[in-house]
Structures are given as C-alpha cells and as structure tokens.
C-alpha cells in the first residue's frame, strides 16, 4: 500500500513540547502536487484546521486526480467548518485532545457526527493521560476508536509505508 503523509502548513495553534515535526526540517520536504498512484493521503501540519477552506480547496484538487481514501490528522475541534468538512469532503479523521479545554468542543462534534449518521468514516481518537473524557454513558462514542492515555513519543518515526512530502505553498 502506497501512502502519502501530505504537510498542507506548518503552522499551528499549539507549542507542543514532544511535537513530531520537530524532528524534520519541513521546509526541505520534497513537494508533491501529482496525487495519482497512492492508495490513501493524509493530511496532517502544523494544523491543517486553521486553514479549512484552503484545504478542503485541496482535497477537490486531490479528488481530480486520485479517488482514493483522504484521511486528515488534526487537534482543533473549535472550527465551525468541522461538520461539512467530515461529511462531504474526508474518508477519515484522526483526532487528538491534547488538554481538557479540547474535551467540550469535542463533545459538540461527537453530537454532529451522531445526527449526520457518519457511520462510513473512519473515526480515531487519540486522548492523551492528562485529559479525562466524560463517563460512558454520557458520551457514546461508538463511532469513534479511542486510543486513550496517550504519551509523547520522542522521535516518533514515520511508518515504514509512508512517504512524506509537503504542498508547493503551504498555508
């Protein structure tokens, strides 16, 4: 399986001490704009969700090209673009809460993705330990595979299958 880890910005919302990116220089990352000949693209930054219309201007382009799975790896829930974005535009989406403050916004994504039935997405959850998520039976997360507790990684390599390249003009 060929799979592109596409970087649409450096940019982003946070200071995250165990960042990944950190470990690359992204601006030496070779560019890809041909989208043909992969079985799946994720896009991930910085945070690609500071830029909702610029990206979802993106995967249109992609689509052109390439109908394979889109997946976007993002932090931000407060982006009101969030629920056309999940619906109409990605195949999946990995999400990390980070801090507590995450956990509401969250919520309110967790109710839109129930009402819009987005039971063909592919939904991960990454919590990390100092964030708790309300009781079970509070929130139904049923569509959404949690991975809880989750730590910084130092040098947190890129998988084996991956190739990773950025956009001509990151956002």
């Not at 970087?7 to 200071?15: I, P, Q």
């Not at 969250?106 to 987005?118: A, G, Q, S, T």
Request: aromatic share 8%; with cysteine.
């Amino acid at each position: 399986m060929k799979i592109l880890r596409l970087l649409v910005t450096k940019k982003c919302n946070r200071a995250c001490p165990g960042c990944c990116n950190k470990q690359y220089d992204l601006d030496s990352l070779e560019v890809e704009s041909d989208y043909t000949g992969y079985d799946l693209i994720i896009l991930t930054g910085g945070e690609p969700m500071l830029f909702p219309d610029q990206v979802c201007n993106l995967v249109d382009n992609i689509r052109k090209m390439n109908d394979c799975p889109i997946y976007m790896y993002t932090a931000n829930v407060t982006q009101k673009a969030w629920v056309s974005w999940l619906v109409l535009k990605l195949d999946g989406l990995t999400l990390t809460l980070h801090e507590q403050s995450d956990v509401e916004p969250f919520i309110r994504l967790v109710k839109c993705v129930e009402h819009l039935n987005c039971t063909d997405k592919s939904l991960r959850l990454n919590v990390f330990s100092n964030v708790t998520l309300p009781k079970k039976e509070l929130l139904d997360l049923s569509l959404w595979e949690v991975k809880s507790d989750i730590e910084w990684i130092e040098d947190c390599p890129l998988p084996e299958n991956e190739t990773f390249k950025r956009i001509d003009n990151l956002f």
